[in-house]
């Protein structure tokens, strides 16, 4: 079955530092998501990406928040200067937009933990 | 502005017996409501969703109820197995928007199953 990959499993950074965490969506996906989970909360949207370009962001993604598409496969969120309270799991998720699918094929990967000290 | 919740963090039910999962929502646009399972370290899994002209769907030992004019579904897992211990999302969305469904998740319910 097809996944959405995450890399790494498991980042450390010091607050103040950009840190970069990478997916791989599923090949014939066409929009992208990413979405947070700070320990014990609810998984919160972050931003929804399609053709390029943001198609919609919550008041969480700010201007230190970054998503780039570089090639065909990748989609990456960049956080430019973290802070402490942007020590979360981050969900990466994409979807093909089939609505034949029970789900719309919307699949998540296994997360990022960033931990920020 | 909770528009998903889940007011129960945790259920215990023995093996073998029926859990039932509850989430209610607040904003009326939604259409479209889905069911995760979670473990830890793990990103969410689909189990169920179910569309907003339908007040039923099921799937095996899994079954979602929908009454809309209450705002409330229901997740039922008939019989519960360990394998089922985790936490359970609740999420919604609204579909008008062809393929940029951005997912309200409720709180989520802690299931442990006992043996």
């Known amino acids: 079955e097809p996944e959405v990959t995450q890399t790494p499993s498991h980042q450390v950074t010091q607050m103040g530092q950009e840190v970069i965490l990478r997916c791989v969506p599923i090949?014939?996906?066409?929009?992208f998501y990413w979405y947070r989970q700070i320990l014990g909360q609810k998984v919160e949207f972050l931003v929804s990406?399609?053709?390029?370009?943001?198609?919609?962001k919550s008041e969480i993604f700010d201007d230190q928040f970054s998503v780039e598409r570089p090639d065909g496969s990748n989609f990456t969120l960049k956080i430019r200067s973290t802070k402490l309270e942007d020590s979360a799991m981050y969900f990466c998720?994409?979807?093909?937009?089939?609505?034949?699918?029970?789900?719309?094929?919307?699949?998540f990967g296994s997360g990022t933990r960033l931990t920020v000290v | 502005d909770q528009q998903v919740k889940q007011n129960s963090p945790s259920l215990s039910v023995q093996e073998g017996r029926i859990s039932i999962l509850n989430c209610d929502y607040t904003n009326s646009m939604f259409d479209y409501f889905l069911w995760y399972k979670k473990y830890p370290a793990e990103g969410p899994t689909f189990l169920i969703s179910i569309s907003s002209i339908k007040d039923k769907n099921e799937d095996g030992r899994f079954t979602v109820f929908l009454n809309k004019s209450a705002k409330h579904l229901s997740l039922h897992i008939v019989p519960s197995q360990p394998g089922d211990s985790a936490v359970y999302f609740c999420?919604?969305?609204?579909?008008?928007?062809?393929?940029?469904?951005?997912?309200?998740f409720g709180t989520g319910t802690r299931l442990t199953i006992i043996p």
């Open positions: 998720a994409s979807s093909g937009g089939d609505r034949g699918l029970s789900n719309y094929g919307y699949t």
């Open positions: 090949s014939n996906h066409l929009y």
């Open positions: 999420a919604a969305t609204t579909t008008y928007n062809f393929g940029n469904e951005k997912l309200t």
């Open positions: 990406f399609y053709n390029n370009e943001i198609s919609e």
